[in-house]
């Protein structure tokens, strides 16, 4: 059967709605969890934050940048990084993470797979043959485990360790002032999540290959046959799509926050000192009074510019 399409069912249109769409959602996200966290500071950290992005001289309140970082990761994953609480923590935002890699993966490929007929003017779509509810569950199940298994695997142990690393590197970072230092703790950090996130990503695929094949060493019923011939295929195509990005860059969720931060509150103390932007800040960021969500409107913005500009060069990429 064949149905035209229209201008707004084109997959070039809806994947640029989507684009705009998931990048406002990206802005609005960022913004909400630095303000989210900010009602959750005390006076006393929130005073030192507005007196690093006003760059005061009060000497009982400055404190090297990394160490009210610190304080931020201590009041969102707890004072203790190997207690129940920093890892339950950890995990849930590991979770958010892979939900968000996900649906930026996911959404764009079902609707490359929707439109199959792109570059025409019909899609075609095929009659399916109704199949027991039994089968699709047990089908379902057996593509969703592995899944499952390998997020516990690939994500929530190595993020934690990632969590780690990062709350390491800004202790390091606390006990010097030079750019240069920190500078270089930094790269490491990069270095070193993205090792990490490698191991995860091997962790996962092995995961996945182990689990899916179990099935054929129990049983050889035809439907299992049926469904482990699918899965095979699916895994053909994953690695290179979504199960690559979602062991990969959940790592980099706390080391981003970091670079973030830095960069978001760099910016804010920079355009303080150029009379038009000062300006412009003084309407737009209420620094002395809500300093993180002056960093989180920075933060957002830089999050969505960036993800517009990669996905246009993608799109440009692409249509070489």
Known sequence: MTVPLTGADRPDVVGALLTVTFGIAIYYGVQKFFKDLEEKLSEDTRLRVTVWLLDAKAHDLVEPWPRT??????RVFGTSHFSWQCFRRSCLASLIAVGIVAAYIAVPTAVNLLFKGHGTSQVVIPAQAPRPAVSMIAGFAMLLAPVVVSIFVANLIPDYISLLETRWALRRMQVTT????????????????????????????????????????????????????????????????????????????????????????????????????????????????????AIGLIAALICTVLYWAVSILHFLISAL
């Open 69 to 74: 970082l610190g304080r931020l990761f201590d």
């Open 178 to 293: 030079s750019i240069v230092v920190q500078a270089v703790i930094l790269a490491i950090d990069f270095a070193v999540t993205a090792v990490l996130a490698t191991i995860a990503t091997v962790l996962g695929l092995v995961t996945v290959v182990i689990i899916a094949y179990l099935p054929s060493a129990m049983t050889r019923d035809p439907l299992n046959k049926l469904l482990l011939k699918v899965l095979g295929n699916v895994l053909v195509l994953l690695p290179s799509l979504l199960y690559r990005y979602i062991w990969f860059y959940p790592a980099f969720l706390t080391s981003i926050w970091t670079w973030l931060y830095v960069a978001s509150g760099l910016v804010v103390r920079g355009a303080r000192r150029v009379d038009i932007l000062l300006a412009l800040g003084n309407r737009l960021l209420d620094v002395e009074h809500k300093p993180l969500q």
